[in-house]
């Protein structure tokens, strides 16, 4: 019966197998684990296989002393709650399945994204096709337009977040920058971000919005087609003065249409960037963009991904 094919929380009618952390009985061995999948700043992300079923997942295990130690224990409460709250709602979203601890970690098992970060697609090919670009652009649209109607910011938005599941669909990542702890006090100390995705308000004015989501989407769209970053200095700091004077130039034989997209994305104010004034009501200006014209909303999660392929 279903029952011995699903992990036991998911056995269970009631809301609490919607509630990952409702399990209290999963532990580290019900699982086979493998490869390390990559190394966040308090975590490792871990290959892992559900013994009962052999269905693959990945975990990621953060260290309870470390976590204390650096007074990060809340953060990863608040990235935990932040999962939760996404839910299984969208499948370009990394869903957490369930969540368990032991005396020395915490354990989130997560989707597992088999053909890894987007970061490593790019670097291997250079750039992207048109193609790509517009179908990845279009999907992390679509799961960005999602999270922020439930009042979720990023924050940390770049190839490395952006996974690649078993059909090369996106699926986005690492929401190990929770919102919901940032006072004003920790946002001081608690710099967010990666220096060339960063926006110039968060530089300024210590302020990230929705729109600053958007600001990193600008940077990753002339990523993917020019193949290198928009804004790299030889310091973070040089790379943050020419974000602060919005000092990048296009290279020759970027399309006209993605340029025009790209420049309304790398806008000084928040509130000047296209899609920044969007609600869940009134249609999406990004949507509409004619860099987009060929893309259908309605099909992009069911289309099959563009072949990979190498682009400027
Ligand atoms: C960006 C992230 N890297 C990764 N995070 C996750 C992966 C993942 C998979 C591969 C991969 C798979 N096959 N080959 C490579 C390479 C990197 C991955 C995954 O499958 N599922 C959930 C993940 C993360 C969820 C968790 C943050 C909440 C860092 C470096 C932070 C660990």
């Known amino acids: 019966s279903t029952r011995q094919n699903q992990p036991r929380s998911k056995s269970r009618k009631r809301s609490r197998s919607q509630n990952p952390s409702a399990n209290t009985r999963l532990s580290a ?5 493998g490869e390390t999948l990559g190394e966040g700043s308090y975590s490792t992300v871990i290959r892992a296989r559900y ?4 269905q693959e997942y990945a975990i990621k295990i953060l260290d309870k002393n470390h976590l204390i130690r650096k007074e990060k224990m809340l953060v990863a409460l608040a990235e935990k709650n932040t999962l939760i709250k996404l839910g299984a709602g969208h499948s370009g979203i990394v869903h957490l399945h369930w969540t368990f601890q032991d005396d020395w970690s915490l354990f989130f098992v997560l989707d597992l994204a088999t053909n890894g970060e987007m970061q490593t697609r790019i670097s291997r090919m250079g750039s992207l096709s048109l193609a790509c670009t517009r179908y990845y652009t279009a999907q992390i649209i679509d799961a ?13 938005l770049k190839p490395e977040n952006l996974l690649l599941d078993s059909n090369f669909r996106i699926k986005i990542t690492d929401f190990g920058t929770g919102k919901i702890l940032e006072s004003a006090e920790e946002r001081a100390h608690s710099f967010v971000g990666t220096a060339q ?6 530089l300024e004015r210590n302020e990230t919005s929705k729109s600053s989501d958007l600001w990193s989407l600008g940077c990753i769209v002339f990523q993917m087609i020019a193949g290198k970053f928009a804004f790299q200095g030889l310091s973070d700091y040089l790379t943050w003065q020419k974000i602060k004077s919005l000092d990048y130039t296009f290279p020759d034989g970027f399309d006209e ?3 025009d997209f ?3 994305l790398l806008v000084r104010d928040p509130l000047q960037r296209i899609g920044a004034t969007r609600s869940p009501s009134s ?7 004619p860099f987009l014209a060929s893309i259908n909303w309605e099909t992009l999660w069911t289309d099959p991904a563009p072949p990979l392929e190498p682009g400027l």
Do not use: C, W
């Open 144 to 156: 960005l337009e999602y999270m922020h109607d439930k009042d979720v910011i990023h924050r940390d």
């Open 283 to 289: 249609p999406s200006p990004l949507r509409n963009h």
């Open 262 to 264: 790209v420049t309304k």
């Open 29 to 33: 061995q019900d699982f086979v684990f």
């Open 257 to 259: 249409d993605a340029k």
């Open 51 to 54: 013994a009962r079923t052999g």
């Open 197 to 202: 995705y960063v926006s110039p308000e968060l």
